[in-house]
């Protein structure tokens, strides 16, 4: 009796298996995302996972190029730590809001070392600020 039940057993352990693999992705039984409005001209859902680095969304605040300015850093290099950099996790906050903030580092072909604060909302990526982390320098940005 027990081998005759065995495929049906099997059968249902799967079905269950896969509603909680959709449920847990979010998905409804069409296959939808059930978190998602559908899609919004512009918007590109995968920015909300994780930081994207894309550039193509980069936008600079005043303060931010000021820094720059000073600090001799350009927007190649603050574009190639956005690519390239290491995420430190110390110094970002995932719960800033309205968007989260990455602080991102890494070296300059000159061989300056970067830190670069990002905040990456659902459309766009701002940069924050730009931290030379040798080096004083003396800025009036405020």
Known sequence: ????????????????LLLFVRTCRGLNDNGKNTNDNGPQPGRETTRTRGFNRKITYLD???????????????????????????????????????????????????????????????TDTKVVTCIDLDHEFECDCN
């Open 60 to 122: 600079y605040t005043q303060h931010a190029k000021c820094r720059m300015k000073c600090r001799h850093i350009t927007q190649t290099e603050v574009e190639d730590i956005m690519k390239n950099g290491n995420i430190n996790y110390r110094k970002s906050n995932l719960q800033d809001q309205p968007c989260p903030t990455y602080a991102l580092e890494g070296y300059t072909p000159e061989q300056q070392h970067l830190r670069i604060v990002f905040a990456q909302c659902e």
């Open 1 to 16: 009796m027990t081998k005759k039940l065995a495929p049906f057993l099997l059968l249902i352990v799967l079905a269950a």
